[in-house]
């Protein structure tokens, strides 16, 4: 069955790095956008970062523009979010999610066709 897994969450003072992996299997990882997500306490899913089916083009949104970046390994099935600079307005569950590649530019989750379960992020000042 279809699985996206994610791990690498955890609590971290502001200013510090975090890497998040999601390990996807089950469907045809290669012809999906890859994104993540998150969702603080009370807020809708925002679209974080995506990345394109090949990995040659990367989005994100404005809030977390060199700060973050995204990639993908086809080959294995993987996807990461290398986090620095990070501030408490970055505290949220994070989502991998995987979505049909028209849309990758969009980091809406209106055409995510499957997600994972989620990774907590909790950055304190």
């Known amino acids: 069955q279809v699985q996206l897994v994610e791990s690498g969450g955890g609590s971290v003072q502001a200013g510090g790095s975090l890497r998040l992996s999601c390990a996807a299997s089950g469907f045809t990882y290669s012809v999906f956008c890859m994104a993540w997500f998150r969702q603080a306490p009370g807020k809708k899913h925002d679209g974080v970062a995506s990345?394109?089916?090949?990995?040659?083009?990367?989005y994100y949104t404005d809030s977390v523009q060199g700060r973050f970046t995204i990639s993908r390994d086809n080959a294995k099935k993987t996807m990461s979010l290398q986090m620095i600079n990070l501030k408490p307005e970055d505290t949220a569950m994070y989502y991998c999610a995987a979505k049909a590649g028209y849309d990758c530019y969009s980091l809406s989750a209106s055409a995510v066709t499957y997600w994972g379960q989620g990774t907590q992020v909790t950055v304190s000042s």
């Open positions: 990345v394109s089916p090949d990995g040659d083009s990367s």
